[in-house]
């Protein structure tokens, strides 16, 4: 476990260093990115390692140059903190309790799954072995861009840039890939909880800032965010409330099933199985994975170890949507302001689709709407070409921007994406299934579009109140926000009544067409508006999923998986916000209005704590999942050998299980001495297996490239690159020269198939053993060294 301690003290390094440049970023949010610091220092330090590494190829990825680049950052943050360091002192004495907590949760957060994951920290089942086997691989590259493990000569045509990331720390902490595999996905943990309160608290502050200033004297202040420093301790809650929502709490499937089997669901491995995978699993055809089990699984797949930096996203565009008077590229900054606020809104986005190219076209969409917004405000929302003109140059400067300076990935990558295709009204998922999966978001999100509509805009009570505190739920005499509260209701009725396929999809476009138009009727309260707009547009992708899907490998037996399963997930992070925040606007929404009547006050009292009691109510049956489901994972729903009882390894080392494994004799410690002996990437060939077998252990714990293995995921990953003859006639040799390696008692046969790839190590294993039973597999004695020998372990090498 020391290892995890190593991790996040070289991350607290890393966000001193950033802080500096966090201030000029982020400089109209309340914490001038205290809580995004760390997370923005660490991109930027990885960014600038990749870059010159992609472009000069020659330059080693080595500790030595890490650190190099390392010393260079600090030694301009060094610079930053002198000339900010009044600015500093300002942000911790008004905002001391907050920075504490923010580096409580920080810490918290990473040993809290470092604790979970040391019951079962072993890197086997599901889909760990092709993501050890990236971070392994990139870990052996000597240069950049990094090498394919399971297609030798190939680079590596995935959204890697997440594990490059885990991997760059991993090499200056000097790391093992298969330990960096658990102390990264807990740092990611940790910086994804402290983004998402970070998010929450700073809209929770400026929200109060106004409303102090407009209860006080009747009139919004029109000091610029930068110059002024609301404290953010009266947020704290609401981000705790937000990182449970987000990280901890299941879905009403999970509280389902734990319904009907009566509290009883860790009893039997089927049972513990159904229970922590299931909830999971909800739309036929579909994966709706959710982040506590994706965290407790340990998924080291992209949407995952992205998921920090699609919040962070979040963060910088509410950082641009409070400017209140920049105009076109002036919505950054100004001077060395606007240059550094541009370039890292760019990197922060634009890394997001090397990463996760989900994720791109969302946060993006999020970004560009709200610079024109924005703009749309500080021209006092009067129409001209002049704002036109504007909202273009910032949009397609931004946009330009996120491409180029991620120019060398997308040099290499070939997008296995095939297109887009239209869902089948029987495919869309019903309705009731939704509820299962998003059933807590939508009573906090519905209850807070409900206030929004029944109450004035910010300015309004200015100009209506300008002597007094007004109930918060002084009911507007907009003809607008009653219409809209009514047209959802009827149209709601109608399509549960008239069109019950669709339910899902006009639910979802209705429920964000009046998320949208209310963000729009508080636009001028913009921290009201913000969560209004991004729960708005998690209820377009869920609308958008029973419309399109992305076509990829799997189109034609499970059209919707990927697509359900990767804006779900952004679905998730949004609501999680819109709810956490939103949480704040409903609790000042719920002071009685004054009536004359006491009868009427107790029925208004009677009413919020009813609402309050079901709001407890829902929270309780998500927090079943993280209570139950850590013990039916790594109890009697271990994967992949059930036990009765949880004991912690006290490591998160996980190649340890290989060593006891009676299975594979050997493999542990022929493994080490690869890493241990063999530098650079010459190639390894090893017996091929299907996919999520245990076949292909030796390349994903070495990171040394073999001739193929796993192939379904190469065929994904390499879908639009087959379409060529050329192409696809080398996929499917690939497999059938490993099979003549092992088999072909003609010795010119196995050198040539070797040397076809480059590869110098032949491994004979246990699982080769039992391949290949008919063969000669010692043979190779004749005419290739024997490098290594031991506990049934034989690995040759080829004479030179």
């Known amino acids: 476990m020391l290892e995890l301690l190593q991790m996040w003290a070289l991350i607290e390094v890393i966000g001193l260093i950033g802080f500096p440049l966090a201030l000029m970023v982020f400089h109209n949010l309340p914490d001038r990115g205290w809580a995004f610091s760390k997370s923005l220092g660490a991109i930027v330090f990885v960014f600038c390692a990749w870059c010159p590494l992609m472009w000069l190829r020659f330059l080693p990825y080595t500790r030595l140059f890490l650190l190099g680049v390392l010393c260079i950052l600090a030694a301009l943050a060094l610079f930053g903190w002198r000339k900010a360091y009044h600015e500093v002192g300002k942000v911790l004495r008004v905002n001391l309790g907050y920075v504490i907590a923010t580096e409580i949760i920080f810490l918290g957060m990473m040993c809290l799954l470092g604790w979970v994951r040391s019951f079962g920290p072993e890197i086997r089942g599901w889909e760990m072995f092709m993501d050890e086997g990236f971070l392994a691989s990139i870990l052996r590259s000597e240069h950049l861009p990094p090498a394919d493990m399971w297609y030798a000569g190939s680079l590596i045509n995935y959204y890697y840039y997440a ?123 579909t994966i709706n994975e959710f982040p506590a089990f994706s965290f407790l699984l340990s998924c080291f797949h992209a949407h995952v170890l992205a998921f920090a930096f699609t919040v962070l996203g979040i963060g910088a565009v509410f950082n641009l949507f409070l400017e209140p008077t920049g105009r076109g590229l002036n919505v950054f900054g100004e001077s060395w302001r606007l240059v550094l606020t541009l370039v890292c809104t760019a990197l922060i986005l634009g890394g997001l689709f090397l990463m996760n190219g989900w994720d791109y076209p969302t946060y993006v969409g999020l970004c560009l709407a709200c610079i024109a917004l ?60 939704e ?27 200015a100009e209506l109140y300008p002597q007094e505190t007004p109930s918060w739920l002084t009911l507007s005499n907009s003809r607008f926000a009653w219409w809209l509260v009514a047209f959802v209701l009827v149209v709601g009725l109608l399509v549960l009544v008239l069109m019950p396929k669709s339910a899902t999809l006009l639910v979802a ?35 958008g999923c029973e419309v399109f899907f992305l076509r990829d490998v799997f189109a034609d037996q499970d059209p919707r998986m990927n697509t359900v399963f990767k804006f779900y997930f952004q679905a998730w992070a949004l609501l999680s916000i819109a709810s956490g925040a939103g949480l704040y606007f409903l609790w000042q929404s719920f002071r009685p209005v004054k009536v004359g009547a006491l009868v009427a006050y107790w029925w208004q009292m009677a009413g919020v704590v009813g609402w309050y009691a079901l709001l407890l109510l829902f929270l309780l049956s998500g927090m079943l999942y993280p209570l139950q489901a850590p013990y039916a994972r790594y109890g009697p729903g271990k994967f992949p050998s059930p036990s009765g009882m949880l004991a912690s390894t006290g490591s998160l080392n996980g190649l340890d299980y290989l060593r006891s494994d009676p299975t594979y004799p050997g493999d542990y410690d022929a493994i080490l001495w690869l890493n241990t002996h063999v530098q650079g990437n010459p190639g390894i060939v090893e017996a091929v297996g299907g996919d999520y077998s245990e076949y292909g252990r030796v390349s994903i714990f070495t990171g040394l490239s073999s001739p193929i293995n796993w192939p379904g995921h190469e065929l994904q990953w390499r879908v639009t690159m ?32 070797m040397a076809r ?13 039992r391949k290949y039973q008919a063969a000669d597999l010692h043979r190779f004695a004749a005419f290739m060294q024997i490098v290594y020998n031991a506990n049934g372990v034989t690995i040759y090498k080829v004479n030179v």
């Open 722 to 753: 087959l379409h060529t003859a050329q192409n696809s006639e080398d996929f499917n040799q690939r497999q059938t020269a490993v099979d003549l390696i092992y088999q072909d008692p003609d010795k010119k046969i196995v050198l040539q198939n």
């Open 435 to 461: 509820w299962l999966i998003y059933g807590i978001f939508a009573f906090v999100v519905l209850s807070f579009l409900f206030a929004s509509a029944l109450k004035r805009p910010l300015l309004d009570l």
């Open 757 to 769: 790839y480059n590869i110098q190590y032949l491994y004979v294993g246990p699982l080769e053993y």
């Open 163 to 285: 594990h490059f990331f885990i991997a760059t720390l991993a090499k200056l902490l000097n790391q093992p890939s298969y330990v960096a595999f658990n102390t990264g996905i807990c740092l990611l943990f940790g910086l994804t909880g402290l983004n998402f309160f970070g998010v929450t608290c700073n809209i929770v502050a400026w929200a109060r800032y106004l409303r102090s200033k407009v209860y006080a004297g009747g009139t919004v202040s029109q000091e610029h965010p930068s110059t002024v420093y609301p404290p953010l301790a009266g947020g704290i809650v609401f981000g705790l409330l937000t990182i449970v929502m987000a990280l901890l709490m299941g879905n009403l499937a999970a509280t389902q099933l734990w319904w009907q089997n009566h509290g009883m669901v860790t009893t039997t491995f089927d049972q513990a199985y159904t229970f922590w995978v299931g909830p999971s699993r909800v739309i036929n055809k």
């Open 509 to 543: 476009a209705g429920i964000a067409l009046a998320a949208f138009l209310l963000a729009l009727y508080h636009l001028g309260d913009r921290a009201h508006a913000y969560p209004l707009l991004l729960g708005a547009l998690a209820f377009l992708l869920i609308a």
């Open 374 to 433: 924005q703009q749309w405000l500080t021209y006092q929302r009067n129409f001209s070409w002049v704002l036109v003109v504007d909202i273009v140059v910032a949009c397609v400067s931004l946009v330009v921007l996120t491409f180029l300076l991620y120019l060398p990935f997308f040099i290499t990558f070939v997008s296995p994406a095939q297109g887009v295709g239209l869902v089948k009204p029987e495919d869309r998922s019903a309705l009731g299934s």
